[in-house]
């Protein structure tokens, strides 16, 4: 199975409004409350390809319950540990053809639960084939928390996938143990490398990608919106084009890439087939309302349309 880690999970609240209105009373009638935090993304999308999952992570209070309780129900495989604090909101208030979000920090994990957490994370580790990281950190996690899970799934020989930005992706790449895969997008890559990268100059990209805190990654996936992806797997760069689509909700798209990439990995694709199939994943959700969720069908469909060139 693969195995998905969710440190910061949420309730996505997504509020659709006509018009939304400054300091007086909005009232809403359509509220849809979905499991979320991107890992949850990347698990409900793996679940959708009929890949075989079970997420983990942190689950708190009142929220955490009723979140397990909906992954019971899309029958989704769930193996959290329970904490004090209160699993977050993530509030999306949709108006005029804008997305406004007010997104909580989330609870703090103790010491003692962070190890709770880990101990679990050692059983399950045995049983996956592979793992996946996505998303921020809760409060009272180290900061190279990430490193930690990285280095005891590569004692076991499992791989690892890791979709996160900031502190935590500079914490993985410094880590003596890589990470299997990395999915920068280009402002993550951006932001990372302290230089300004631009779609238009995807050979700047690839030099990039030569930099030494690079070495040993396996896949370095960064994705590009509706330009496709740029890929470095093993020592050689590719470009992978995508046709244009009606696009309906791109957000969650690049947790379905990773899904997609979990998926082809699991079953053992050839490399450019998953190359294909990452982005067919990202692209069939940004085809569906429902943030991380994919038709199939939609995926297979453009899987046929997708081109990857090497550089
Ligand atoms: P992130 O959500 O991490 O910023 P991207 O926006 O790069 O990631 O999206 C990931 C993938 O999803 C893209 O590489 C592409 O395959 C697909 N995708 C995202 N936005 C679009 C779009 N507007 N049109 C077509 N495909 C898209």
New binding site residues.
Partial sequence: MILTVTMNPSIDISYPLDRFVLDKVNRVKQVTKTPGGKGLNVTRVIHDLGGEVTATGVLGGFHGKFLAQQLDQEAITHDFTSIEGETRDSIAILHEGNQTEILEAGPTVSQAEQQTFLEKYQQLIKEAQLVTISGSLAKGLPSNFYQTLVKLAAEQQVRVLV?TSGESLKQVLAGEVKPYLI??????LSDLLEKKLAIDRLAEITTALQQPIFQGIEWI?????????LIKYQNECYQ?E????Q?VN????????IAGLAYGLSQDHDPKLIMKE??????A??LQVKTGHVDPADFHQLVKK?NVKKL
């Fill in positions: 979709d999915k920068p997008n280009l402002d993550e996936v960064v994705s590009l919106g509706k330009a496709g992806a992978v995508i046709p244009r689509i696009v791109p957000v969650g798209s690049g947790d379905a890439t990452c982005m067919a994943a990202g692209m959700n940004a997708i």
